[in-house]
């Protein structure tokens, strides 16, 4: 069964560090949303953006392995 929950996880999160930075990114735009909720551009730019850096960042750290 732990096999099963693995390999089901591993789908989801097959890199870790993407995951956290996509996570950091998440939480730093729900906190741009929160604070500024009259500026809602400037979250979903946080969030495009981030988002868009960690997956280049991450497919670099792959691509020098």
Do not use: K, Q
């Amino acid at each position: 069964m732990m096999i099963l929950l693995r390999e089901l996880a591993g789908l989801f999160v097959d890199d870790g560090a993407l995951a956290l930075a996509i996570l950091a990114v998440v939480g730093l735009s729900g906190t741009a949303a929160m604070l500024m909720p009259e500026v809602s551009l400037a979250a979903g730019a946080i969030l495009l953006f981030g988002c868009l850096a960690a997956l280049f960042s991450s497919a670099a750290c792959t691509g020098r392995r």
